[in-house]
């Protein structure tokens, strides 16, 4: 039988995947303890603030142990499974135990790069960050090596021996973080609250019970003190409530619009422009054999109008630099694209979109539909754009006041193509109505500029042959 030592187990640690994110939340494993994987195999599936990737193992070996289960979030640098490379397969006799018989396993100080590859893990469309993510110091009195990484695994884990005694100065209640967090939100004092989960652990149910029923005995009040009026009976209905968790891509929109809405001074211009010659104009390149394959609607139309409108309109493709406290104009237009997705609003973006063709950019478009739909969209094709286009019109609604992606300058809301009564050569007609909305950053983008975009933008769309001849 093949022995293993500790110095043939390899930690894999949850990638450094750079662009500012410091977690991943594990969605899937597909591996578990004993099975063999070989260099470049993916072994499990995270969702980090911008998309779900699959992270591929930089080595051979023997899966020996799995440190969190799916739907932990871990930080960037923690150990998330140990691989024997020893060559042997996991003897029965050093099977992974449970989390309350096994001791913490020790942690290496770097993570190896792969032998004879020269590499070191990374999540698909990173590279490698300069330096390491910190992790924050956890407060709280010292104690013990050995109890203090079973608590924390308890916490993590929601299973595992809670020491058999608590350390001196120590009277944090055992309890998974949604519980703490559910106890937070109804009032609750975790202390005051009886567990009846396995070794102590005190559980959702518990919480509840604690609110419904009498709470511990408060000590009297001295009789010169007059007397406090008893508390109000409080009942929860769970359900009449749901809470979600706010974590991944809904975790960063929300931080990326919070930063977005208090850095950049916005301004909101709004045009009104009859769109039934670029909707025929649509219908007609459905049946274009160039086009034949290709997703061809009303946004193809919309974003090349605005990339016409970029090149004549050059400087409102830029970038605000507080550091360096200077207007980055470029000159390409990675095309943003919004797109809602299960996990939330995503912004993937086309990149030089301002070089391909009407069928080239029907394409992208098509692709980057497809793959946002399908959960499969990489974090590389999130980064580096430069405008957005956000087509609230596929909701019904007229349009809206859209809000800066954080490092652009300016974004294009779209919104229902309606039939309107319009004016249209002397005579009141039924015409293809749309409104369109342009915020934009007016640190680097004036009045003049933005009212400049956003009208080229409506006379694309009203009149589409000039496609030809401003192109």
Not at 449 to 471: F, M, N
């Amino acid at each position: 039988m093949t022995t293993m030592t500790e110095a043939s187990v390899r930690e894999f640690k949850m990638p450094d995947v750079g662009e500012g994110l410091t977690e991943a939340e594990i969605l899937k494993w597909f591996v578990q303890p004993g099975d063999t994987v070989t260099d470049g195999q993916v072994v499990c599936e995270v969702e980090t603030a911008k998309a779900a990737v699959e992270l591929p193992i930089p080595y051979d070996g023997v899966v020996r142990e799995l440190h969190f289960p799916e739907g932990t979030t871990v930080d960037v640098g923690t150990s998330i499974i140990a691989v024997d490379v020893g060559g042997g397969a996991v003897p029965a006799a050093e099977q992974p135990a449970p989390a309350a018989e096994r001791p913490a396993a020790p942690r290496p100080a770097e993570e190896p790069k792969a032998e004879g590859s020269g590499r070191q893990p990374v999540l698909v469309g990173y590279g490698v960050a300069a330096s390491s993510t910190r992790r924050r110091p956890r407060k709280g009195p010292e104690v013990p090596v050995q109890q203090a990484s079973t608590a924390i695994q308890t916490e993590l884990n929601g299973h595992g021996a809670a020491p058999p005694a608590a350390p001196a100065g120590r009277d944090r209640p055992l309890a998974k973080p949604p519980v703490r967090k559910l106890a937070k939100d109804l009032g609750v004092d975790l202390t005051t609250v009886v567990p009846t989960g396995p070794d102590g652990v005190i559980t959702r149910e518990d919480v509840h019970a604690a609110v419904a029923g009498p709470q511990t005995a408060q000590p009297e009040a001295p009789v010169t003190a007059a007397p406090a009026p008893a508390p109000a009976a409080v009942s929860y209905d769970t359900t009449r409530e749901t809470r979600v968790p706010i974590k991944g891509v809904r975790k960063a929109t929300a931080a990326a619009m919070v930063g977005s809405a208090f850095t950049a001074p916005h301004v909101t211009e709004f045009v009104t422009v009859d769109v039934t010659r670029t909707m025929k104009l649509v219908e007609e390149l459905k049946e274009d054999k160039e086009f034949a394959g290709l997703r061809v609607n009303p946004l193809l139309l919309i974003a090349k109008a605005l990339l016409v409108a970029i090149k004549r309109n050059p400087d409102i493709n830029a970038s605000w630099d507080e550091a360096a406290q200077e207007i980055v104009v470029k000159h390409y237009v990675n095309l943003g694209i919004a797109a809602a997705t299960p996990r939330g609003l995503i912004v993937p973006n086309i990149k030089d979109a301002h070089a391909k063709t009407l069928p080239q950019l029907a394409e992208s478009l098509g692709e980057l539909v497809s793959t946002a739909r399908d959960g499969k969209t990489s974090p590389a094709a999130m980064q580096g754009g430069t405008v957005t286009i956000t087509n609230v019109g596929v909701f019904g609604v007229d349009t809206g006041t859209p809000l800066l992606n954080p490092g652009e300058s300016a974004i294009l809301a779209v919104g229902a193509i309606k039939l309107q009564p319009w004016v249209h050569k002397g005579k009141v007609k039924p015409r293809q109505v749309t409104t369109l909305a342009l915020s934009f950053d007016h640190r680097l983008v004036d009045g003049e500029l933005g009212s400049k975009v956003l009208a080229d933008v409506a006379a694309i769309l009203e009149q589409p042959k000039r496609l030809i001849s401003w192109a």
